[in-house]
Every structure is written in structure tokens, then in C-alpha cells.
């Protein structure tokens, strides 16, 4: 099932910023909430009015991942109760995005009514630069970043969601921030999931060939939109001598807020 | 040791092997370049590759009448068609087939399934010399191990391997090593095999149901020696080859081509009718079709799972796959290696072979690289779940997943569970980071891990907005 | 077969096997039917609109030019019959040049011999078609004993050449159409040399048309009621097997020749 991207779905809709549910992923809410922090800085800043509901836990990815579906239909379930009134679900992770949009469908096929609900839910949920984007029509944050940044294109982001030219839009227009384009942009960084730790001598293999991309290309910085794939880049960097660091799109833009 | 045990210690050896890893480097660099070009000779690839996934689609949807049909058309031409559930029945018909006309030298053509049904080692045990005689088989022969990829089989050597093995095999020169003498040298050898042949055994690439014919794709010729030199063909094929007009073969020519080598059509692209007609000066007397299923009708009765069945064998996804880039084909051990084998290996060949689906990040690179459009890695995850489902998983894996379900259930306690979680980890001494005391060790034994962070985001959340109050679960007290 | 029993079994196995699947997963409401349905056109016409095809006529024969240079098939534009035999023995002289195998080519004379066809064992194997009769008609003299007609014997290794004609040629992917009844299966792959005699006329403008060509109007006009293979060829034999560098005539011929005739 190969995901629509938002462009002809959602046009981008001028008039007062909507309300926004934050959907913060397991992950980032116990690892590294401070990429939440940032999105509220920045979706803040935007004008929108936001929402943490408080009952959402994990959309139920690593038990989908790892064949679990029993398991990643009860998150589902619990998730889609969370989030069904939302109008606007923003999530900083493309990955989380496309488990609720691309895989809730085919996870809640046996039963019609919670397919259903799947897919309302998934046409509300988007993900971080495809919200700014898309929904609301914004490239230009105001953001100063005066650094080299390389973007890494997350595979969830990529290839179920379709979503490459997002970020970019958003960092063209960051002042002083020159992008850089490297070999290999495309390329999975190794993490998957549980692929990280059970073949964690082919993840690494990968996220070396994703290292020497970077440091080839001198960056400052490496942005993505993934939470994961930047906690993986991360890992590899700093047993390297290089001086590449990692920070999520959503961090960059607050980082830029700020120093503008 | 189990199959996926020494997966993981091929991989791992692989992993580390830096000239393999540039030997792949470079043929894919190569690749990529020629196939960046043929795509551009496609006026419109993403509906070639909508139109090849909807024939197949059809093909598959409605393979028992394609099947009688070019059953039905090829007999009428002389053909004859056998039937063979299994690899042992494909084998046995076979071999019967060659002892019925004592054969004692066999002539090959390139063929997965053949490789698949171990027939070139059944053969020899039957006391029939059989020669691989596609130019990158043949050297893999030569070596005595199986194709490295199934388009290029000999794609982890470099000309100075191949120079040494001829040296040694074939009396070439210790320093020759341009290509062109290295070719004319395997080719004189293998003139006089086919000249002497008297079974010769092809593959097929498509079998076409409204004319009856068999479709073979290749670019030496040796496929067209072996249907045209010995005086007995066999085609060993899988029953999901089905294309339903000849018509088809305008778009899966270059569709193949493209996807397998960048060319814009390979060189030769041939239609078998039948056996040598009355009148015709040459060509093999008998022509022989074993349809072999060998587990595919099981992938076909599963809806989700059968446009695995649509493969064409091209051997796109394995170039495009980061995992084939890092641990090459021979680590996989199976027929089909790459993503395509990893999705259905478990299915042709069981449980054995489950932890193939989980070997791969599911980056989606195979499906994107594939000119029918199969989405390999959400097959992967169908497999995944076929193999959970099943308790074929670890009972650490089961008990982690049923962990995380249960604490996520409920708001509270994945709550509590995190702060623990992270309180635990905080302890962690430095010291033992990546050791083997170290409960994280299968992450950072690769890499590092990042600190836990005092608060989460929800306790955050609520602090913010909520003013502090005495005595509240408002605010997680950092730890 | 010696025991027919089982091999009737085992069709039934397998066909009872996939006929079944087939019923048991039609139900399955996973199966997903939007890109059958989305291309019922498609499926009339697969290669309709996805490949820059001439037009008929001139452009197809600039097409076809441009295609086999750069597959490597060597054309040679004709006027006329004579100017065809002029050409033909040239190049039959020329294939003394040929990689004089001594090896394998016991007998084989030293290049430069003024005998068109020298080497012993050698000789030209040609389709035995009236085309190929008048064309060779002037080369007799030249060639006496060393033309072996497919009507007479099979084509066997060590021929210096395969003089064939083309049931058809293609534009799109400058290809030659060689069936069975050219000369037979080998006489364009086995030796070092083939050469084809055909007409500009000949030149389909894509696969589509040159494919329905073969299969004919109905069912038994299709060229496979008169041949039993054919081949459709896009140059000389290659392999890039080793190290991805192309090298040509790894089984088949090294050189590909058409003489293709510029008049009707
Ligand atoms: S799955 Fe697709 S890309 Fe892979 S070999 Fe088959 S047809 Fe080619």
C-alpha cells in the first residue's frame, strides 16, 4: 500500500492555525523528549493551539515490526481511541507516521469499523515538515542556522510517506544554514528496529557507510526527521573521530528560532 | 549449526570483509550508472512498472488456465510437459528423461531453478558430466560454489580471481587477465562440451500462454547452443512464469533488461515452439517442460503473500538492498538471495529460514528498485508475522514484545515503567559500556547509547501546564 | 515414461494444487484489485506509449541505423543484388582476418591468403532460400565446395560464417528476428560470423508490432507453425560477466553483419 503523499490530499489551508494533538512516540517521549520540546517550540511560535492527550503510549511499531500483530492491535486500538477526535495529529517522527497512515489499515482489516476508523485517523495524522508544509502552508520560519547541514532521508519518510522535498523546503529557508547534499542521502542508516540489535554487525556496516557520507561531505550538521535513524547516526558518530553532530528537524528549527 | 546461526556468523564474516565490500561496490556503482540510463529509455517507467504488476497480476490471478493453456498449445507442437510437485519429482522426471536416452554429457544453461532443485549435483551423481555454461556460472562451477547472485553469479570476483582459477583449471597463462582472452579461453573449452552434449537443459524466463511457447532471456548465447546443439532439451521452469499473450513480452523484454543489467533489451531473447520440425536442419529431437511448483502453490493460496509469485527474477532488489550490499550472497544460503530470497525463502522452504525477514531493516529500497512492483519489505513483515504467530520466535523476543504491550496498555504504567527504566540505565557505569556486562551490549557494542534523560516528555507536559501544586503526580521529580 | 502413472498424478497435483490457492484466496479481502483494474488498456497493449517509437518509413531505418550502432550489429546499406554479392565477398575475404584460430581450426592458412575461403574445414553455412541463391549466384566460382546449404546438412562448429535472412528486423531495439526456418537454430549462433540479407522493408517500428508479426492474424499464421525457435538478436554475443566489462562473442558470434537492402 503505497502512501499518497499529502500534497493532493490536504491543499494548503490558509485561515487561523488549527488545534493540534501532539502524537509524541514512545520513543521520544522516554529517550529523547527534548525533539518534543522543540516541536512544541516551534508549533508554538507557529500560532498553533496544542494538546498532549494524555492516555496515547506507543502506536504499537516494534510489536508490528517484530510480526507481533495481536500485540500492535491492542496499541492500535488504544491509540485510535486517544486520537479519534483530533482534527490535526503532528508527530515528529516519519517512521510513527507512516505506522498509523500506511499500516493500521492492514492491521485492523479483519474488522471494517476499526478499519475505518484507521483510516480517519490516519488522513488526520501527519507528520512534523509535512504538517508545516503541506497543512499549513509555511516554508518560512524565520530561523537563523548558520551552519552546514546534510539531510538524511529516513526510509519511512522516503518510501511510504513520500515525503523528500519537505525538510529541504523548510531549511532553504533558513537563514545562513547552507544545505548540503550528500552521496548516499537516500540510504537506510541501518537502525530498523530490532534489526539494530539482533544483526547489529550489518546495522553498523550500514550506518558506517552513512558516516563516511557525512564526513566526506564536511558537514556541521546532520538533520532528518526520524528520532531513530538520528539516534543510530548518533551511536556511530561518536565512536568516530569526525565532528558530524545529529539533530532532528524539529530541534534545528527551534535552535534557529531562538538565535534569530 | 542451524541455518540461522551460521547466517549470522556469514554475516558477521562478511561484514567485515573490506574487499568484498568494494568488489560489490564497484559492480553496483556500475550497475546503477547503466540501469540510470536504460530507465531513462522508458518514456514513462512508473507506468511500465504499473503495467507489469497488473499482467502479473492477471498471469497469477488465473495461472491454472495459463497453464493448460500453453500446456495445451506447446503439445500440440511435439512438446511434452511434466509435472513436478517437488524438487525430487522435478530431479527424478529428469533424470529419467536423460537415462531413457543414456545420456553421459549434460549442457546447461543458466537457471535458478535448477539451482533450487539441486539437478547439475543429482545429474553428476548419476554419473553425467554436466557443465554450467553461462560464463559466470561456469566459474562459480569451476569453484565449486553456488552463484554468488542470481544475474551475476560471479559477481564477488575480480578478473585476477578468475585468471588464477583459469591458470589453474583451464592451462591459461598464470599472467593472463584481459577479460577478452579469459572469454575466448572458457568459450574454446566449452565448444567442444556442447559439441559433444546430448541433453541440454535451459531455464525459461517467461512461459507464454496464448502461442505455447518458452521464453529465454540471455546475452552469450549459450542457452541458444543448448536448444540448438544436443539432440534432447529439457526447460526447467517454475509453474509461476506465466505471461498471458506474446504481446506481453514488448514491455517484460526491456523491462527485464533494464531492471537486470541497464540494457535496453538483452542480446538474445528467444521463443521456443517445440522440438525440431520435420524439415529443419538442426535442434533437438525432444523437448522437454517440467513445470516445477515446489511450494509456490503455498505462497499462492496466501492473497497477502502471492505477488511474490510475480518475481521475474532480475536482480534489481538485491543491488538495491544496503543488507546484499554488506554481507554479499553467499551468506544467505539459500537459491535466492537478496531481498526477494529473503521474503520467500521462509515461505518455499519453512521455519528454517524465518530469520531471513528479520535480517533486514525493512528499508523499502527492494521495492522501489523492482520493475513489477512487489512491496518486498511489506512481504518481509508479512513473513514476520507468519512466523510470530506461529510461536517460531524466541520465547527473550516474545517476553520483550509482551512487555512492552503490557506496560504500554495502560498511560500510568508505561509511565512507571519508563522512569524506571531510565532511572536503572542511569546507573549504568561507564565503565562497562559495550562490554559484555553491559545490559545494553547488543546496541553499543556497535555504537553509543544516549543518555537517559532525567524527565520525559509527558512529565515535561504536565509541569508546563499545570502550575505546580504540592503533593501532585503533575511533576516527575527528576531523577 | 517408462511408468506413465505418476507423471498424470503429478499433474494433477500440482494443477489441483493451484487451482485450489486460487479458490481459497479469492476470498481473501486483502487481495488488492486497484491496479488491475486501473489498467484494463494496459493490459490490451503493455508496451503502448512507453518507448519513443519512429514512425514507419524513413525514420524507422535511421532508427534502426542508430540502434545497431550502438549494440555493435554492423549494417551495410545495399542498392542493389549485384552491389550486395560485391559487398558479400569482401567481407568474406575480410573473414580470413577473423582470429585464425589455429588451435581449433586445424588446417587454418596464414592471413593474407588470396582464396576467399581458405581454411580447410571451413565454410559458409547458408540458409537454402532463393534470396540467399541469387545473391550467392556470382560468389560460385569463388566458393566452390565450401557452401554448405541447410537444405543438405546441419550447421556444425568451425564454419567461418552463417549466411541467413531475417524474418524480421525492429526499430525500436535494432534487433534481426531469426527463426528456425533461416538455416536452421545454430546457423546464427554457432559461427564466429553471421550475416543477414534483409530489406529496409522488413523493419518493424517496435516489438509490439514486430511480436505480432510472429504470432500472426490467427492462431495458425504464427510463425511457430512453420519454425520451431526463434531469436529475437540485438548484436553480437557479449558477456560483462567479468568485472562488468563487456566483451563480445562469448558463445555466440563476434561479429553480427546485416546487409540490409535500401530498396524494395
Ligand atoms: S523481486 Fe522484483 S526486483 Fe527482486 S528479483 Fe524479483 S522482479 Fe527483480
Redesign the interface.
Given at each position: 500500500?503505497s502512501l499518497e503523499s499529502s500534497q493532493e490530499r490536504w491543499p494548503a489551508a490558509a485561515g487561523a492555525p488549527p488545534e493540534v494533538a501532539l502524537f509524541i512516540p514512545c520513543f521520544v517521549d522516554q529517550v529523547t523528549p527534548e525533539i518534543g520540546r522543540d516541536l512544541v517550540t516551534v508549533l508554538e511560535r507557529l500560532g498553533c493551539r496544542l494538546r498532549f492527550p494524555p492516555d496515547q503510549t506507543c502506536c504499537g511499531q516494534p510489536a508490528f515490526n517484530a510480526g507481533y500483530r495481536q500485540e500492535a492491535r491492542a496499541l492500535m486500538r488504544r491509540f485510535l481511541d486517544t486520537f479519534g477526535n483530533s482534527e490535526a495529529i503532528v508527530c515528529p517522527s516519519g517512521s510513527c507516521t507512516a505506522m498509523v497512515r500506511g499500516f493500521y489499515p492492514?492491521l485492523a482489516?479483519s474488522d471494517p469499523a476499526l478499519a475505518a476508523a484507521a483510516r480517519r485517523v490516519g488522513e488526520r495524522v501527519y507528520e512534523f515538515s509535512e504538517f508545516l508544509v503541506r497543512r499549513l502552508g509555511i516554508t518560512e520560519l524565520g530561523a537563523a542556522f548558520p551552519h552546514r547541514v546534510a539531510v538524511h532521508d529516513g526510509c519511512h519518510m522516503l518510501r511510504e510517506l513520500h515525503l523528500k522535498d519537505e525538510p529541504r523546503q523548510l531549511l532553504r529557508r533558513v537563514r545562513g544554514l547552507e544545505l548540503v547534499e550528500i552521496d548516499d542521502a537516500e540510504r537506510c542508516c541501518g537502525f530498523g528496529g530490532s534489526f539494530s540489535v539482533n544483526y547489529g554487525m550489518i546495522s553498523e556496516a550500514m550506518a558506517a557507510r552513512k558516516a563516511d557520507a557525512l564526513e566526506a561531505a564536511e558537514v556541521d550538521y546532520v538533520t532528518a526527521c526520524d528520532p531513530s535513524c538520528l539516534l543510530q547516526i548518533a551511536g556511530v558518530l561518536a565512536r568516530r573521530p569526525g565532528r558530524v553532530r545529529t539533530l532532528h528537524l524539529a530541534s534545528l528549527l527551534a535552535r534557529g528560532l531562538a538565535s534569530a | 549449526m542451524n541455518a540461522a546461526r551460521q547466517f549470522r556468523h556469514a554475516a558477521r564474516a562478511a561484514a567485515q570483509d573490506a574487499e568484498i565490500a568494494g568488489i560489490l561496490r564497484?559492480?553496483i556503482a556500475?550497475?546503477d550508472a547503466a540501469v540510470a540510463l536504460g530507465r531513462g529509455?522508458?518514456?514513462?517507467w512508473r507506468?511500465?512498472r504499473?503495467?507489469?504488476?497488473?499482467?502479473k497480476?492477471?498471469a497469477i490471478?488465473?495461472?491454472?488456465r495459463y497453464?493448460?493453456e500453453f500446456e495445451r498449445r506447446i503439445i500440440a507442437?511435439g512438446a511434452a510437459v511434466?509435472?513436478?510437485?517437488d524438487a525430487a519429482?522435478a530431479r527424478e522426471?529428469i533424470l529419467?528423461i536423460a537415462r531413457?536416452h543414456n545420456v553421459r554429457r549434460v549442457v546447461k544453461s543458466k537457471s535458478m531453478v535448477s539451482e533450487e532443485i539441486h539437478l547439475r549435483e543429482a545429474l553428476e551423481q548419476a554419473g553425467m558430466a554436466t557443465l554450467e555454461?553461462?560464463?559466470?556460472e561456469y566459474?562459480v562451477q569451476l569453484r565449486n560454489e553456488p552463484p554468488y547472485h542470481i544475474v551475476?553469479?560471479?559477481m564477488h570476483?575480480?578478473?585476477e580471481h578468475?585468471a588464477g582459477l583459469f591458470h589453474q583449471k583451464l592451462g591459461t597463462p598464470a599472467d593472463e587477465t584481459s577479460?577478452?582472452a579469459?572469454?575466448?579461453a572458457a568459450?574454446?573449452e566449452?565448444?567442444q562440451r556442447f559439441?559433444a552434449a546430448d541433453l541440454g537443459i535451459t531455464g525459461a524466463n517467461f512461459l507464454i500462454a496464448?502461442?505455447?511457447?518458452v521464453a529465454i532471456t540471455e546475452?552469450?548465447?549459450?542457452a541458444?547452443?543448448c536448444?540448438?546443439?544436443p539432440p534432447v532439451q529439457v526447460v526447467l521452469t517454475g509453474?509461476e512464469k506465466l505471461l498471458?499473450r506474446?504481446?506481453?513480452?514488448?514491455?517484460?523484454?526491456?523491462l527485464l533488461a533494464t531492471a537486470g543489467?541497464g540494457q535496453?533489451?538483452?542480446?538474445?531473447?528467444?521463443?521456443?515452439?517445440?522440438?525440431?520440425?520435420g524439415g529443419?536442419?538442426?535442434?533437438p529431437r525432444e523437448l522437454h517442460i517440467v513445470?516445477l511448483?515446489n511450494g509456490r502453490?503455498?505462497v499462492?493460496?496466501?492473497?497477502?503473500q502471492?505477488e511474490l509469485l510475480h518475481c521475474i527474477r532480475c536482480g534489481a532488489c538485491l543491488n538495491a538492498c544496503p543488507v546484499f550490499q554488506t554481507i554479499g550472497g553467499h551468506a544467505y544460503a539459500t537459491t535466492y538471495p537478496g531481498p526477494i530470497g529473503a521474503a520467500l525463502t521462509p515461505l518455499l522452504r519453512g521455519p528454517a529460514y524465518d530469520h531471513l525477514a528479520y535480517a533486514t531493516s525493512l528499508c523499502g529500497a527492494c521495492a522501489e528498485a523492482c520493475p513489477v512492483?512487489i512491496e518486498i519489505h511489506h512481504q518481509l513483515l508479512r513473513d514476520r508475522a507468519q512466523a510470530a504467530a506461529a510461536r517460531r520466535r524466541p520465547w527473550s523476543e516474545r517476553l520483550e514484545i509482551r512487555a512492552l504491550a503490557w506496560a504500554a496498555a495502560k498511560p500510568r504504567r508505561f509511565e512507571r515503567a519508563g522512569r524506571l527504566a531510565r532511572r536503572l540505565l542511569r546507573l549504568r557505569p561507564q565503565a562497562i559500556d559495550g562490554t559484555r556486562l553491559d545490559p545494553l551490549r547488543p546496541w553499543t557494542r556497535y555504537r553509543q547509547a544516549p543518555e537517559p534523560p532525567p524527565q520525559s516528555f509527558r512529565a515535561w507536559w504536565r509541569q508546563r501546564n499545570s502550575p505546580p501544586a504540592p503533593n501532585s503526580m503533575a511533576a516527575e521529580p527528576p531523577s | 515414461?517408462?511408468s506413465p502413472i505418476p507423471?498424470s498424478r503429478?499433474?494433477e497435483?500440482?494443477?489441483g494444487?493451484?487451482?485450489?490457492?486460487?479458490r481459497?484466496?479469492?476470498s481473501?479481502?486483502?487481495?488488492?484489485d486497484a491496479?488491475?483494474q486501473?489498467?484494463r488498456s494496459?493490459?490490451e497493449?503493455?508496451?503502448r506509449?512507453?518507448?519513443?517509437i519512429p514512425a514507419p518509413g524513413e525514420a524507422g531505418v535511421q532508427r534502426f541505423l542508430e540502434?545497431c550502432a550502438a549494440?555493435r550489429t554492423e549494417v551495410i546499406q545495399i542498392g542493389s543484388e549485384e552491389q550486395a554479392s560485391a559487398v558479400l565477398i569482401k567481407i568474406l575475404e575480410s573473414v580470413m582476418g577473423l582470429e585464425p584460430?589455429p588451435?581449433?581450426i586445424p588446417g587454418a592458412g596464414p592471413a593474407g591468403n588470396t582464396a576467399v575461403v581458405a581454411a580447410g574445414s571451413e565454410g559458409l553455412y547458408v540458409q537454402d532460400a532463393p534470396a540467399l541463391r541469387r545473391l550467392l549466384s556470382p560468389l560460385l566460382e569463388n566458393l566452390s565446395g565450401r557452401i554448405l546449404w541447410?537444405?543438405a546438412?546441419?550447421?556444425?562448429?568451425n564454419r567461418a560464417a552463417g549466411l541467413t535472412l531475417a524474418e524480421a528486423l525492429v526499430a525500436q531495439?535494432g534487433?534481426v528476428i531469426v527463426g528456425?526456418?533461416c538455416?536452421?537454430?545454430?546457423?546464427s549462433?554457432?559461427p564466429e560470423l553471421h550475416i543477414v540479407y534483409a530489406r529496409a522493408s522488413q523493419i518493424a517500428p517496435?516489438?509490439?508490432t514486430a511480436?505480432?508479426s510472429?504470432?500472426g492474424a490467427s492462431a495458425n499464421e504464427?510463425l511457430?507453425d512453420?519454425?520451431?525457435?526463434?531469436?529475437?538478436?540485438?548484436?553480437?554475443?557479449?558477456?560483462?560477466?567479468?568485472?562488468?566489462?563487456l566483451?563480445l562473442?562469448?558463445?555466440?558470434?563476434r561479429r553480427l553483419i546485416v546487409l540490409l537492402c535500401m530498396n524494395a
Open positions: 500500500m492492514e482489516q | 564497484f559492480n556500475t550497475y529509455r522508458f518514456l514513462d507506468e511500465a504499473r503495467r507489469a504488476e497488473a499482467i497480476r492477471d490471478a488465473q495461472l491454472d497453464l493448460e507442437r511434466h509435472w513436478a510437485p519429482a522426471i529419467e531413457r555454461t553461462d560464463l559466470g566459474i551475476t553469479p560471479a570476483l575480480r578478473r578468475i577479460p577478452e579469459l572469454v575466448r568459450r574454446r566449452m565448444r559439441v496464448d502461442h505455447g511457447l546475452n552469450e548465447g549459450n541458444r547452443l536448444a540448438s546443439l509453474i498471458p506474446l504481446a506481453d513480452l514488448a514491455l517484460f523484454w526491456p543489467t535496453p533489451i538483452t542480446c538474445y531473447n528467444s521463443l521456443l515452439g517445440g522440438p525440431r520440425r529443419e536442419p538442426d535442434g513445470l511448483d502453490s503455498r499462492l493460496a496466501d492473497a497477502a502471492r512492483g | 515414461m517408462t507423471e503429478n499433474r497435483a500440482v494443477l494444487a493451484v487451482r485450489q490457492a486460487l481459497h484466496a479469492a481473501n479481502p486483502a487481495e488488492r491496479p488491475a486501473a489498467s494496459a493490459l497493449f503493455p508496451a506509449g512507453l518507448f519513443s540502434e549494440n584460430n588451435a581449433a541447410s537444405s546438412t546441419a550447421c556444425e562448429e531495439t534487433s528456425s526456418d538455416g536452421g537454430r545454430a546457423a549462433v554457432l517496435d516489438l509490439e511480436l505480432a510472429l504470432g504464427s511457430f512453420r519454425a520451431s525457435m526463434a531469436s529475437v538478436v540485438t548484436g553480437p554475443s557479449r558477456t560483462a560477466d567479468i568485472e562488468k566489462l566483451v562473442g562469448a558463445h555466440g558470434p
